[in-house]
């Protein structure tokens, strides 16, 4: 089992930025992927972005428009989401996770085996 930790969540105005974390404890010998998704209140957890983690290919949901960036510290066992003119929009709870299944599909959450806690994003206007 692997333990996922976010941080970095907040409180921002319109058109900031925020730099979510998401450290893993654990061993990485089977993790296929990491993923960020977010879900608001009433709302199903949706998709934000993946990274592959050994290959680091990048994947991200269609919202994103270049406003976010996914990457990857191997050496910290850290994923990050830089989050970039953000909107009122995307305020939600932010969820990273864990797939190890080398034929995972990222941008679905029933691939994924282990998920954290979440970090509430809260983007006032």
């Known amino acids: 089992q692997v333990q996922l930790v976010e941080s970095g969540g907040g409180l921002v105005q319109a058109g900031g930025s925020l730099r979510l974390s998401c450290a893993a404890s654990?061993?990485?010998?089977?993790?296929?992927?990491m993923g960020w998704f977010r879900q608001a209140p009433g709302k199903e957890r949706r998709f934000v972005a993946a990274?592959?983690?050994?290959?680091?290919?990048?994947y991200y949901g269609d919202f994103v428009e270049g406003r976010f960036t996914i990457s990857r510290d191997i050496a910290k066992n850290t994923v990050y989401l830089q989050m970039n003119s953000l909107k009122p929009e995307d305020t939600a709870v932010y969820y990273c996770?864990?797939?190890?299944?080398?034929?995972?599909?990222?941008?679905?959450?029933?691939?994924?085996?282990?998920w954290g806690q979440g970090t509430q994003v809260t983007v006032s206007s």
């Open positions: 654990g061993r990485t010998f089977r993790r296929y992927g």
């Open positions: 990274i592959t983690w050994t290959y680091g290919a990048i």
């Open positions: 996770a864990e797939a190890r299944g080398l034929s995972a599909n990222l941008y679905v959450t029933t691939d994924y085996d282990d």
